[in-house]
């Protein structure tokens, strides 16, 4: 092969290799730290002639194993985060990227789920589930037997359940669904709030010691209102929300003024809301301008 169509070939997978990256850290920036490790590593071994007849098994275990090695050290900085740790959201990424978040599914509340597992269960789940890799390439990846892999999978399976999460978005319940229920906030509406708000919907928030956020989650209609509205209650008019492509799904960019301050992330299904995300920590925000739309 030519360096050409080496680096093309490459270029062809960097956003399938990303989006893979991403479900194993749930960290936009180490994912494309960690493509960017796996690209030297391709440019090395095209210069040594190694054997590049299956290009894209081989990336697959490259980047399984560089981005296994990050979570592993990133494990124990997690367990002493101060509240809940939320995926890194990925907004209004470059298309290719989102087009390879969105066909993966991967959204900030399956992301979250994928917490829940150890790094090589986390790891051989994401391959299988997600990315659909045979369990030859899976034993490969992890340098473990297939028959080990298939465990690692059924154990993760019995961990995460996932069949909520996993449904693909429907817009339009979202659009309703949200539409309703931002009128709702801004009204003071806590009759239309509890009809929108799922019996068991969790109100998460990572604002990574650095911002205000809720430590621990908030659980059921009632505290998520009484929450929201006193939010409403003591910052008459501070606050404000722009939609947003959050890990190529809806979401929206929390404002105060011209100031990003949040990103939130909705779970809807079944016309209500089931869980809110609202990543607050400021080493997870990008910042761009943006159009205000305002729910004063």
């Not at 539409?179 to 709030?193: C, I, K, S, T, V």
């Not at 799922?198 to 908030?218: E, I, M, S």
Request: glycine content about 6%; overall charge neutral.
């Amino acid at each position: 092969m030519t360096t050409s169509p080496i680096i093309d070939l490459f270029e062809q997978e960097r956003s399938r290799l990303f989006a893979l990256a991403y479900a194993v850290l749930g960290s936009r920036a180490e994912a494309a730290d960690t493509v960017q490790d796996a690209w030297l590593r391709w440019d090395c071994a095209r210069r040594e002639s190694a054997d590049l007849r299956e290009p894209g098994a081989w990336l697959t275990t490259v980047i399984t194993r560089l981005a296994l090695d990050r979570l592993r050290s990133a494990r124990a900085r997690r367990e002493s985060y101060p509240g809940v740790w939320l995926p890194e959201p990925v907004v209004d990424a470059p298309s290719a990227e989102e087009q390879a978040l969105q066909r993966a599914n991967l959204t900030i509340a399956f992301v979250f789920l994928l917490e829940r597992l150890g790094p090589e269960e986390r790891a051989a789940f994401v391959l299988r589930e997600v990315f659909d890799e045979s369990y030859r390439e899976i034993a490969a990846a992890l340098e473990k037997s297939e028959a080990a892999c298939r465990q690692l999978v059924t154990r993760a399976r019995e961990r995460v359940r996932e069949d909520r999460v996993r449904k693909p978005v429907d817009r339009v319940e979202f659009d309703r669904v949200l539409n309703r229920y931002l009128a709702a906030l801004a009204a003071g509406d806590a009759h239309e709030l509890v009809e929108l708000i799922a019996p068991g919907a969790v109100l998460y928030g990572d604002g990574g010691g650095k911002r205000l956020a809720v430590v621990n989650p908030l659980q059921g209609p009632d505290r998520i209102i009484r929450f929201m509205l006193g939010l409403r209650r003591k910052y008459p008019g501070q606050f404000s929300v722009v939609p947003a492509s959050v890990n190529g799904f809806p979401g929206f960019r929390i404002m105060v003024g011209d100031e990003m301050i949040g990103i939130a992330y909705y779970e809807v299904a079944d016309g209500r809301i089931q869980n809110i995300y609202n990543v607050l920590n400021p080493d997870k925000l990008a910042r761009e301008p943006v159009i205000v739309r305002s729910i004063r």
